[in-house]
T-cell receptor, first 113, second 116 residues
Framework: AQSVTQLDSQVPVFEEAPVELRCNYSSSVSVYLFWYVQYPNQGLQLLLKYLSGSTLVKGINGFEAEFNKSQTSFHLRKPSVHISDTAEYFCAVSERDGQNFVFGPGTRLSVLP | DAGVIQSPRHEVTEMGQEVTLRCKPISGHNSLFWYRQTMMRGLELLIYFNNNVPIDDSGMPEDRFSAKMPNASFSTLKIQPSEPRDSAVYFC??????????????FGPGTRLTVL
């Protein structure tokens, strides 16, 4: 079975600064990778996903993530954050041929003015 | 498309009462998930249905919790009797295909349950 680790439970950052949210996974099979965002008092919504091809994936709101197979990582980045990016971010992994979809524990991003 | 619909959005009840949460998945989606989110435990998968059949209910906390999916457009999560520790936000999500694979899950807005 696969698992997802998000090492940082909370990340405070000033507005217009860059940010990286870390995600590492473990799996014995090939996987697909996802980042979801949850704004306050809302459900989760997809930010981006890696299926195949280029390891750099671009998502909504200026976010991007890079898949690194050797390090089993899928870190999320944004070069300049806005107050409106304040939210909780969840990394998730799905087995390509399986029946498991696992979410990480989440990272709470707080953008400070 | 209206997205995943959940009702009620908020529920306040007293300990010992029965609570029923409802979910309408996106039309055409054949997999449905119930999650619970708390500050202490984060996001937990409670149960997963595929083609209206429960596939994995290992996350259901105890016998007080039950879930049904009588047809492709409706599911319920019932707690009887409710306890204060059941207070949480309950999310329903749906997707095409199974639990794995490349299809994203679409989440509803959640039901915030408070048990006094």
């Amino acid at each position: 079975a696969q698992s997802v680790t998000q090492l940082d439970s909370q990340v405070p950052v000033f507005e217009e600064a860059p940010v990286e949210l870390r995600c590492n996974y473990s799996s014995s099979v090939s996987v697909y990778l996802f980042w979801y965002v949850q704004y306050p008092n809302q459900g989760l919504q997809l930010l981006l996903k890696y299926l195949s091809g280029s390891t750099l994936v671009k998502g909504i709101n200026g976010f991007e993530a890079e898949f690194n197979k050797s390090q089993t990582s899928f870190h999320l980045r944004k070069p300049s954050v806005h107050i409106s990016d304040t939210a909780e971010y969840f990394c998730a992994v799905s087995e390509r041929d399986g029946q498991n979809f696992v979410f990480g524990p989440g990272t709470r991003l707080s953008v400070l003015p | 498309d209206a997205g995943v619909i959940q009702s009620p959005r908020h529920e306040v009840t007293e300990m010992g009462q029965e609570v029923t949460l409802r979910c309408k998945p996106i039309s055409g989606h054949n997999s449905l998930f119930w999650y619970r989110q708390t500050m202490m435990r984060g996001l937990e998968l409670l149960i997963y249905f595929n083609n209206n059949v429960p596939i994995d209910d290992s996350g259901m906390p105890e016998d007080r919790f039950s879930a049904k999916m009588p047809n492709a457009s409706f599911s319920t999560l019932k707690i009887q009797p409710s306890e204060p520790r059941d207070s949480a936000v309950y999310f329903c999500a749906s997707t095409q295909g199974g639990s794995g694979g490349y299809n994203e899950q679409f989440f509803g807005p959640g039901t915030r349950l408070t048990v006094l």
